[in-house]
């Protein structure tokens, strides 16, 4: 089974700030996707970003990207220009490509979630 | 507007009975889902649906029963065999296929049971 580790509880960062957040995971296989999602004190799940790990390029997302390394199975979230609307509960996720039957039944794994506070 | 409702958002219940949370969604996703969020972790799946008519328990559906006959919908019942039924509690759907199609989540619904 995967596993997703957030080790950061909890971040801040003054506004206009970078602030990078932590996620590492534990899989056996060799083709997955993973995710970082926002959760607002709305408490809706927005997607932020999503890298395919069979690309080495690491996504971008306007201010939002990421530093994958597939090897040491390490997926950190950089905010760049940090904003008051940053501030929410982050959480990383992990997603296998195939599932039973050889199709993807989509299953998510989380993180524990960190949250980022913006100062300004 | 296409997206996931849930209803309602707060729930209150006695403890020892059963109550039904609603999700429907009119993305015309195949493949939905029900998560669970408590404080401090991250949410876990309960359950989830690929098609109509069929559905798969997750990695915590003791005391949560589920059903699929509409495309549109996938209502979750808490059970009083659940033993800490009061969380957050998030459902989901996606299209399929085997890409990294995102899931759309609902707004949630907090229930309380006392």
């Known amino acids: 089974a995967q596993t997703v580790t957030q080790s950061q509880p909890e971040m801040s960062v003054q506004e206009a700030e970078t602030v990078t957040l932590s996620c590492t995971y534990d899989?056996?296989?060799?083709?997955?996707?993973l995710f970082w999602y926002k959760q607002p004190p709305s408490r809706q799940m927005i997607l932020v970003i999503r890298?395919?790990?069979?690309?080495?390029q690491n996504a971008t997302e306007n201010r939002f990207s990421v530093n994958f390394q597939k090897a040491a199975k390490s997926f950190s979230l950089k905010i760049s220009d940090s904003q008051l609307g940053d501030a929410a509960m982050y959480f990383c996720?992990?997603?296998?490509?195939?599932?039973?039957?050889?199709?993807?039944?989509?299953?998510?794994?989380f993180g524990q979630g960190t949250i980022l506070t913006v100062h300004p | 507007d296409g997206g996931i409702t849930q209803s309602p958002k707060y729930l209150f219940r006695k403890e020892g009975q059963n109550v039904t949370l609603s999700c429907e969604q009119n993305?015309?996703?195949?493949?939905m889902y029900w998560y669970r969020q408590d404080p401090g972790q991250g949410l876990r799946l309960i359950y989830y649906?690929?098609?109509?008519?069929?559905?798969q328990k997750g990695d915590i559906a003791e005391g949560y029963s589920v059903s699929r006959e509409k495309k549109e919908s996938f209502p979750l019942t808490v059970t009083s065999a659940q033993k800490n039924p009061t969380a957050f509690y998030l459902c989901?759907?996606?299209?399929?296929?085997?890409?990294?199609?995102?899931?759309?989540f609902g707004p949630g619904t907090r229930l309380t049971v006392t």
């Open positions: 989901a759907s996606r299209s399929p296929g085997t890409g990294g199609n995102e899931q759309y």
């Open positions: 899989t056996s296989e060799s083709d997955y996707y």
């Open positions: 890298q395919e790990a069979y690309k080495q």
């Open positions: 996720a992990y997603r296998s490509v195939l599932g039973a039957g050889g199709t993807s039944y989509g299953k998510l794994t």
């Open positions: 993305l015309n996703h195949d493949a």
């Open positions: 649906s690929q098609i109509v008519n069929d559905f």
